[in-house]
C-alpha cells in the first residue's frame, strides 16, 4: 500500500483479503528463514543425541505447536502408584 489513506478507502472485507495474503507471504518468509537456520543448526555436527529431531520442533510457526507430554510407561506407572496410594489411605 502506498499509503494509509489507501487503507481507509479499503472496505472490511478487502482488507481482511490484504491481512490474509499478508499472513500468508509472512508465514513463507519464516518457513525461509527457519530452513536456513535449521541448516546452519545441523552443519557444525554437533552430538545429535543433544539436537532437536525436526524443524518443526526447533522454531514451530504459525499453527505448529510444540508437544511436552509424558510417555505412556509413565504415565502408567503413576496410575498404577496413585492407585496404590488411594487403597493405603482408605484402609
Request: charged fraction near 30%; charge should be positive.
Amino acid at each position: 500500500m502506498s499509503s494509509l489513506e489507501a487503507v481507509y478507502d479499503m472496505t472490511w472485507a478487502e482488507f481482511q483479503i490484504r491481512l490474509f495474503a499478508y499472513k500468508r507471504q509472512d508465514l513463507y518468509e519464516w518457513q525461509k528463514l527457519r530452513e536456513v537456520m535449521w541448516t546452519t543448526y545441523i552443519a557444525p555436527h554437533q552430538d545429535p543425541k543433544k539436537m532437536v529431531k525436526t524443524k518443526e520442533s526447533f522454531l514451530p510457526l504459525g499453527n505448529e505447536k510444540r508437544v511436552v507430554g509424558v510417555t505412556d510407561e509413565a504415565r502408567a506407572t503413576f496410575l498404577q502408584e496413585f492407585k496404590k496410594y488411594q487403597e493405603k489411605i482408605r484402609a
